[in-house]
């Protein structure tokens, strides 16, 4: 069983950058993909991006490409999501995932953290 924990959110301005941490519990995350998923109130969970087991591969949502990096320090068993140029369209809590394979869907993530919330003002 893999536990993850975020952190780093916060409140930030429109335009501004924030970089949140997704630590996991287990030696095991290295096998593991990552995904970013945020939901804002009253919306459905979204995709944000995800990271391979490796951290060579990434991709990313349309609405996030070029603003945010996904990275990952497997001996830190830690994957951080790095947003710059916020937007207040960006507020939501976000949470990371662990799943075995790289996905944008939400259903092939097995274990997920509580999420941090993000707020972007205008």
């Known amino acids: 069983q893999v536990q993850l924990v975020e952190s780093g959110g916060g409140l930030v301005q429109a335009g501004g950058s924030l970089r949140l941490s997704c630590a996991a519990s287990e030696r095991t995350f290295s096998n593991y993909a990552i995904g970013w998923f945020r939901q804002a109130p009253g919306k459905e969970r979204g995709f944000v991006g995800y990271i391979d087991w490796s951290g060579t591969s990434t991709y990313y949502a349309d609405s996030v490409k070029g603003r945010f990096t996904i990275s990952r320090d497997n001996a830190k068993n830690t994957v951080y999501l790095q947003m710059n140029s916020l937007k207040p369209e960006d507020t939501a809590v976000y949470y990371c995932?662990?799943?075995?394979?790289?996905?944008?869907?939400?259903?092939?993530?097995?274990?997920w953290g509580q999420g941090t919330q993000v707020t972007v003002s205008s």
């Open positions: 995932a662990a799943g075995r394979l790289r996905s944008p869907n939400s259903s092939d993530y097995n274990y």
